[in-house]
């Protein structure tokens, strides 16, 4: 199969380079300055959105330095604290730590299918000098394919 | 019947062990009686894997609630299909299904084997049953989905009514299939390490297994955006999640591979950059089959807890210095046959796709492991959320697009001036005009205008090579223009289906690119007669409508959709609950057009018939499947296997000897 077009794109013939160190030099500079270029630009992109991954009992364990600081936060939901004004669509939950601790959280928009009294969540958002915690994002650790929460569930329902 | 799949799991792992062991011996010492023997325990091990598998699909579908995978995953009222999904639905299930797909696709390379690369296929059979072997250890001793419970349950718990959806078949089987697929290329890889022999033997056959995982890997990925995009309604398609970052980072070094294996295919370079591509390949889906087993992570998805975490780790690191110790000891035997030319050839454009790809899995990588580096190094856990990702994703993707265009037309070894002239005034003739044009009639940010002037040269270049292509065609052979493009394709297969895979990228780029940056949302309580206005769409509430089945209720809100005033339709978004913990799902109302979604949520309502609705408007998202499905033909046809046994010819040779070798260090 000779087809005309494989010709098309001539394999054109150049005059060598001159030597062969000056070639990989070049190549490594290039190589370097990408490289580089790529570095820095996660390096940027990390400093402004790293944020601290606490539990509750961490973050009150913070004290002053909590408040209005971006964090994302993990807890449970602390069972018939959850209450939804659908008015404003806000909804109010507390979120339990693990010795007994617990905050008020306020989060406005929509709220994941799996969310329940009792479900782990995540939330995202900063603990305001009023003591509530305003969370931009709710997420449900989503009880998906690879669920570790179903073990307990089915103990309790072998009895 | 459990108890023979039990039986089954545990003889395949003995005589999986042994088959890895025996092919060993009979490749290094070549013993042919041993070899077909161990030939032998590949197509049992298969059996036995399939006889498991058939037993606990078995006891899925006669409710055999003693086995206790089977209650946590099904319930008697569950219907047919959902039932066989449970199977891949927990991690126990899923990694017999994995095991399962293992054991078939050694028999393929076995059966393969007996035509081509006859004394090299025990050597790769050895690796494919040594890592079987080690998941067969797995489900046998510490992830049994056939384990019965000291007393059986009445009823099961069923699945999970998220689950309950096709998605449930086309995002963990393809996904799954992707990962263990990429077994075999790593395997052909340690072959050719093992027995020394690292001539482009393996190199074919690896690039062909890569596509093959690569096709499923990225309908994985797709299916799952499909599925959180219309199902979960998480209100998008991709959220940077642990998991999805799982299935996307080795996607990516895969893509790496692909590019850079042609190098070595045409000129004899980058064998030890192409063998490392392979293992970070690998390392990466057995990391990605681990996180999303061991619970190291806080992510949407949930994750078991126990002793499979450990075991694949321990697997993980095994094959990463395993195969890192390997390379080593082969490395003056991986040298390059030939060096770069300039800066400006198809070989250093190869080499910064490379370079940008493995630098955005890099990225993924480090956002993903973040929080377990800190932990253990400082003792807090820092994170990243998806803002680390766009910033740093978008302008490599940018940068990646732009290279898809240079890539394949610039000339190989050294590019001359008139080459560049061909091949890329006209596109960016295309390019330059839309980037003007887009900043005057005022597209903004200034990265829209960026990357779609990027994907306009992109398209431009592409086109123009099939045109080109098509009237060559046209003027040697003497096809007519609608003859010649197919007989194009097909007559150059791989060169015209990675342009078509290329066209595929070009199209999904654009789709996130426009909803990524132009959708617009509104969340708004309306009470019936009200409407929510967002562009040109005007979406009135009519009414919540409930209605029950009999394990479920569902609750909709119905709608009226109009368009620039003119009417466009009902528009129906619901929340259903289903079994037995009442679990709501949100299903979206979605009217889809080439031009834009119109994407609506209902996350609620008030007692007194109120709904709580998020409307979005999100433009050209139908494009990203229709690229996706692009890409796969496109690969299909590039895969398909070629009747002239034709091998790419070798780019003339007209370097001096003993130039300098790049790949080597």
């Known amino acids: 199969m000779t087809d005309r077009h494989e010709k098309s794109v001539p394999q054109t013939e150049f005059p060598k380079s001159r030597s062969g160190i000056l070639s990989h030099k070049r190549f490594l500079v290039v190589g370097l300055i990408v490289l580089s270029a790529l570095v820095y630009l996660g390096f940027v992109a990390f400093r402004g959105a790293a944020m601290y991954y606490l539990t509750v009992d961490e973050l009150q364990a913070r004290g002053d330095a909590a408040y209005e600081e971006q964090v994302r936060l993990t807890g449970m939901v602390a069972e018939g604290s959850a209450e939804k004004d659908s008015e404003t669509n806000t909804l109010r939950f507390a979120l339990a730590g693990e010795d007994g601790t617990s905050l008020p959280v306020v989060y406005s928009g929509a709220v994941p299918d799996a969310f329940k009294q009792g479900s782990d969540v995540v ?5 305001k000098l009023t003591g509530t915690f305003e969370a931009d994002t709710l997420l449900v650790k989503c009880p998906s394919k690879y669920e570790a929460e179903t073990n307990s569930e089915a103990a309790g329902k072998r009895d | 019947m459990a108890d023979l799949g039990y039986a089954a799991i545990i003889t395949a792992f003995i005589i999986s062990a042994y088959c890895a062991v025996a092919a060993f011996v009979a490749a290094r010492a070549r013993i042919n009686e041993l070899w077909l023997s161990a030939r032998n325990a590949v197509f049992v091990t298969f059996g036995l894997t399939s006889l498991a598998s058939a037993a606990l699909v078995y006891s899925f579908f006669t409710r055999d609630f003693s086995i206790a995978y089977v209650a946590e995953y099904s319930s008697s009222d569950l219907p047919a299909s959902y039932t066989l999904a449970g199977w891949w639905a927990g991690q126990a299930g899923s990694m017999l299904f994995m095991a399962w797909i293992l054991s078939l696709l050694s028999v393929i390379v076995v059966v393969q084997g007996q035509r081509q690369n006859r004394e090299m296929t025990p050597f790769v059979s050895a690796v494919l049953m040594g890592i079987l072997a080690y998941f067969l250890g797995i489900i046998a001793f510490a992830s049994n989905p056939l384990e019965k419970m000291p007393l059986a349950l009445s009823e099961g718990m069923g699945l999970n009514p998220l689950l309950r959806t096709s998605d449930m078949f086309s995002h963990p089987t393809t996904l799954l299939l992707g990962f263990s697929i990429f077994t075999v290329p790593f395997a052909f890889a340690m072959a050719a390490l093992i027995s020394g022999r690292l001539d482009d033997w393996w190199i074919h056959s690896a690039r062909r297994w890569t596509l093959i995982a690569w096709i499923f890997l990225s309908l994985g990925n797709l299916f799952g955006m499909v599925w959180a995009y219309t199902v979960l309604g998480w209100g998008g398609y991709w959220g940077w999640d642990p998991v999805e970052n799982a299935a996307f980072m080795p996607w990516l070094a895969a893509t790496a591979f692909l590019h850079s294996v042609m190098i070595q295919e045409r000129r004899g370079m980058l064998k030890l950059w192409n063998m490392v591509l392979v293992i970070i390949t690998y390392t990466l889906c057995l990391f990605g089959t681990l996180l999303t087993r061991s619970g190291m992570l806080s992510s949407v998805h949930a994750f078991a807890m126990g002793a499979v975490g450990p075991l694949l780790l321990a697997l993980t690191g095994l094959v990463l210095v395993g195969s890192l110790v390997l390379l080593w000891m082969r490395l003056p035997r991986l040298r390059s046959e030939h060096r770069l030319d300039s800066l400006v050839s198809r070989e250093a454009s190869f080499l910064a796709n490379n370079l940008v790809l493995l630098g955005a899995a890099f990225a993924v990588f480090w956002g993903t492991v973040f929080p377990i580096l800190s932990d253990a190094v400082r003792g807090v856990k820092v994170g990243v959320g998806p803002p680390f990702y766009e910033q740093t994703m978008a302008p490599m993707f940018l940068a990646l697009i732009v290279l898809m265009g240079i890539c394949p037309l610039i000339g190989w070894r050294k590019a001359s001036p008139e080459n560049l002239a061909r091949n890329f005034v006209y596109p960016l003739a295309v390019a330059m005009p839309l980037a003007l044009t887009l900043y005057l009639v005022g597209v903004r940010p200034l990265y829209a205008v960026l990357a779609f002037s990027a994907l306009g040269f992109v398209a431009g270049a592409i086109l123009l090579e099939f045109w080109r292509g098509v009237r060559a065609r046209h003027r040697g052979h003497g096809d007519s223009y609608p003859v010649a493009l197919p007989r194009l394709v097909w007559h150059n297969r791989r060169r015209y289906g990675g342009h078509i ?29 009200e409407s929510i206005e967002v562009r040109d769409y005007t979406v009135t509430f009519r009414e919540l409508k409930e209605s029950a ?7 909709t809100a119905m709608l009226d959709v109009s368009r620039g005033g003119n009417d466009a339709g009902t528009l129906e978004a619901s929340k259903r609950f289903e079994g037995n913990d009442q679990q709501p799902v949100t299903d979206v109302g979605l009217r889809s057009t080439p031009q834009e979604d119109l994407y609506v949520i209902l996350s609620g309502w008030t007692d007194d018939g109120k709904a709580i609705l998020k409307v979005a408007v999100n433009p050209l998202v139908m494009w990203i499947w229709i690229g996706g499905g692009v890409m796969v033909v496109g690969t299909l046809i590039a895969l398909w296997p070629d009747g002239r046994r034709g091998r790419r010819l070798p780019v003339l040779e007209r370097v001096p000897v003993g130039g300098l070798e790049v790949g080597r260090a």
């Open chain 2, 549 to 555: 089945g009999s394990d479920s209720l569902r609750v």
């Open chain 1, 123 to 127: 939330v995202e958002g900063s603990l």
């Open chain 2, 501 to 529: 895979v290329h066209i595929g990228v070009i199209l999904l780029a654009m789709g996130i690119a426009a909803s990524h940056m132009f959708s617009t949302s509104v969340e708004k309580t309306v009470a019936p007669g």
